[in-house]
Each structure stands twice: as C-alpha cells, then as structure tokens.
C-alpha cells in the first residue's frame, strides 16, 4: 500500500495529504454552527476583507446582538489577536460579532431551530449584499497560512465540535477536499482545483 506524503505541493501551494484522504461533511443539524461561537479568537481577515465587512455593517447591523454592536462600536469589525493576526471581533472572548440565530431548513428538508448563522453570509444569500463571508470561514476547517515568503500552506484544523462532521463525511465517502470545492475554487482559481483533483485522484487510488 502507498503511503502518502505528509506535505505535498500542488501548483506552488502546500498542503497536508490528509485533505484529500479525511472525509468531512458539515452537519448542522447536530452542531448548529458551533464554531461561529466556540474558540478564543475571531476568523482570520485580511485588509480587503475588513474593508468588505464594513461596507455590510448597516445592513446586517439590526441582525447583531446588542452586546456585539457594542463591540464593534467599541473597537471596530476586527482586531490584532495575540499572534499578531487579524481577526473579525469577538464577544464574550469567542463568539463572532456577526454571529445570528434563526431557523435553518437544510437542504434535505429538515429544518434546524435556533441555529447559529453568520449574518454577513445570511444577508448574501438573501441578495441584500454583493459578499459573503471571510475565506477562512468559507473554507474551515481547512486553515491557511501564508509565510513570509509569500508561500500559502493548508492544513486540517481537527476540532472536537466538528465530530459530527467528520461521521457524516465517513458516512457519504466524501472527502475534505471535494466538500470544500467551492470555497477552494474561490480561493486559489478553477484550474488550481481541477489540478489538486488530478493529484488526490492519482495519488489516492492505491490506499
């Protein structure tokens, strides 16, 4: 049996070889977007993404807890963590400013009360804004870190909440790589993702 790689290379960006053999697959139904609201820190942001936010601030602001727009009248969409990233505000010490609750009907009809949403991502999909979210929370649990060389590494970010995930990715065979395909595509380009599919599939087959 082949082993894997820990670090492979595909089209100058580094990733961990168990993105394309883990399997994963959000389930909302027992989670209820859990890591909107667990953690010490904010989702990673850069500069262009901050600038993004705050042009959606007025139209998710009645969406926000009072507690949040506190904050955010406070200190602003986001600030430096201790590692010297920047990050979207936090209340409490972990949940996201713009983090909402409402009911969620899930694609194969169930619907999920009180779940936890990202407003930003709410208001995109109800057409009130032009952008979605952060990168970093569209393509969780995969992180990304760019060096000081500018080379752009992913890993998987293992997390207990995100259990329920992983079971449901084992139960549908779907590899990490394959339900993060939008996100990875809106990332790093169409022909990078049709690239990382020609490897995992080569790479993949004797395991």
């Not at 993105?19 to 909302?28: G, I, Q």
């Not at 042009?55 to 600030?79: E, K, P, T």
């Not at 995109?124 to 500018?150: E, M, V």
Request: aromatic share 8%.
């Amino acid at each position: 049996m082949v082993k894997l790689p820990p670090i492979l290379d595909i089209g100058g960006i580094l990733i961990s070889s168990d993105l394309l053999t883990e399997e994963f697959c959000c389930d909302l139904a027992v989670c209820k977007g859990a890591c909107c609201i667990e953690g010490d820190a904010g989702a990673p942001v850069t500069l262009e993404e901050i600038g993004e936010i705050e042009n959606c601030v007025d139209v998710v602001w009645d969406d926000l807890s009072a507690q949040a727009q506190s904050v955010i009248d406070r200190q602003g969409v986001a600030y430096t963590d201790q590692e010297g990233d920047l990050v979207t505000s936090i209340v409490g010490g972990k949940d996201c400013v713009f983090t909402c609750y409402d009911d969620l009907t899930l694609a194969e009809g169930e619907t999920v009360s009180h779940c936890c949403l990202c407003a930003l991502e709410k208001a995109y999909r109800n057409g009130r804004t032009h952008w979605c979210k952060p990168i970093s929370c569209a393509l969780y649990p995969i992180r990304a870190k760019q060096f000081s060389d500018g080379t752009v590494a992913l890993n998987y970010n293992r997390w207990k909440i995100c259990e329920s995930a992983v079971k449901k990715g084992r139960e549908l065979h779907l590899p990490l790589y394959r339900f993060l395909e939008q996100p990875l595509k809106r990332r790093f380009g169409e022909a990078w993702y049709q690239e990382l599919c020609e490897v995992a599939a080569q790479l993949t087959m004797n395991l």
